[in-house]
């Protein structure tokens, strides 16, 4: 008998009803309604900043539905949101009326209106607008020429205007009076709502920064009704990216959390169950033991071994730690991506990456979606992996993709992103069959991209470094608007940290700067230079590698690009098929920016900031540019080049005198 315990078939029977017997009520709570259920807590407010802000410990799943101007940011113990790239201080919120009370983040910041006032107040393609009730503006005159030092003239005349001194004879003038319709400013102008209750007597310096830093109201416009109706229930409110989702205990539902039936099955039933099974399983047993000759001629079928599974959260501690309880929402089972693939059939699969596979797919609710499933060999692959989801996770902006979800099941590392269907830029750039990109197209792209970039930098949660910015890595939704792509190889560095070192180098030959290539030092003006580059592909359609190849400069695209901007025909590089269809102020400005992008030394090339201020207006100079990296003062004849890298195909792809080690990424395109 004691041998009879011992075989597997009655280890199995025991481990059964351990299991069977186990409380039923072990449930948790929806992960999604968990995380939904905190409010944004920054410094000693009562705010409740929920629906539709998200940010910090909120997933974007609980934002609303214009995600990008809805994300907050705990600075300081001072909770502060980013509208159209304007940061403000948030100083109250109202749930019952939806009413945002903010104020300018640069006025306070600095205690003074000398700042880069050259931004003006915009709520243009968001769910925010102005509460006018018990408003007025302030208009402030920065920059005024030294033609006309003043703003004031017979429409504003100078008892309406004051000033505040910024040091040496820069002076800023600031106005209430309403503008007239006909008057004609000789300096920029920002114009910034104040409260009423501020309006008197802003006739000294400490009275108008008191002023602006007392705020403005705005209301947000989105459906809060719907949210109520929610929270009624028990829920929590959320958006999935392209509709409203009630989060509730057990589940998402579109509008409320339904009622449970209030009956529940007798509990001798979870008693009597278990032990009817388990008593059959054991009779089974003994009697297919004892039929047998022997003992040790019985052997327990395989398929029957128990081997337990690691729970969901266990696998995601042990990928990403402390950040595993905010990711947990968007975890995917493999089942649903197979149905949504047809088993990752060849005819889904749309493109192949370094690392791995990429799928198109539709979920159950008809969205499309793009699913890169990277290699299991891969080890490189899997640390981008993990990089990839803790970097883009945090990430919402229209310039950059949208991450859905993840799987982490069955040794598969699996990314889920929304579908953008126009593929990569690469691809209208530079593929022997490609459609052709108007300049309208090629503008609107480079604004897309340094917006993107900007976001990266300056106005995201995190400070990201991209790394890896090329047009195989920039995708084009049906409306040709651009997505940044790819952060496997990204790196988060402090939002008060300048640089940052490796002695890995990882990237693309070709878009790298000097000082990365060669040293591992890396900066937000790393993917100023790669931008610089892709500026350049965009407008001459060829690549900066050096290959003898029809879309492919013999020297490098930044030599042949500078030689044109010293001979001054730089309207020589413009890519063919553009033809006539296009502005030369705007080609010629683009240009000049690129130069300034790729510029050998770090330091002078210009911040993202500071491009996007240019693509934005012609009224800012542009400083001239200096030599650009890699540049070749003799030229590299065709042939020559040619059968060189006949010889040594490799020579093209590696960096000489470089200190670190070198990880070249590659991708197909998609």
Known sequence: MKQLLLEPCFIFI???ISITNTPTCLCEDDARYANCRNAISCGNNNFNLKYPFWGEDRGSICG?????????????QVPKITINFIRYRVLGWENTSQILKVARDDYW??????VNGDRNITFDNTQFQYDYDGLVNVTLFYDCPASSPTPTNSLLPPSSVFSFSCGGASVVYYTVQPLPSSYEAPCKIVVIPIFQTNNDSLDTPDRIIEALQGGFQIEWTGNYEECEKCTGSGGECGFDGNNFQCFCKDGPYSASCKEKSKVQLPTMIFIIVPTIISVA????????????????HFRFPKYWVFTPKKSIKSVLKENFGNESAT?????????????????FSDENRIGKGGFGEVYKGILHDGRQIAIKKLSKSSMQGSNEFKNEVLVIAKLQHRNLVTLIGFCLEEQNKILIYKYVPNK????????????????????????GIAQGILYLHEFSTLKVIHRDLKPSNVLLDENMVPKISDFGLARIIEINQDQGGTNRIVGTFGYMPPEYAMFGQFSDKLDVFSFGVMILEIITGKKNLSSYEPHRVADGLLSYVWRQWREETLLGVLDSSIKDNYSEIEVIRCIHIGLLCVQQNPDVRPTMATIVSYLSSYLIDLPTPQEPAFFLHERIHPISLAQESGCNQSANRSIPFSVNKMSISDFIPR
């Open 14 to 16: 025991l481990l059964v």
């Open 64 to 76: 609303g539905p214009n995600y990008e101007s809805e994300e907050l940011t705990c600075e300081g």
């Open 109 to 114: 910041d600095n205690n003074t209106v000398c």
């Open 281 to 296: 399983l054991f009779f089974f047993c003994y009697y297919m033991v004892k039929r047998k000759s022997s003992l040790d």
């Open 327 to 343: 990711l947990e929402p968007l975890q995917f089972n493999l089942s649903i991506l197979k149905a949504a693939t047809n088993n």
């Open 424 to 447: 990569s830029l690469d691809y209208f750039l530079f593929d022997s069959q490609r459609p052709k990109l108007s300049w309208f197209q090629r503008y609107n792209i480079i604004g």
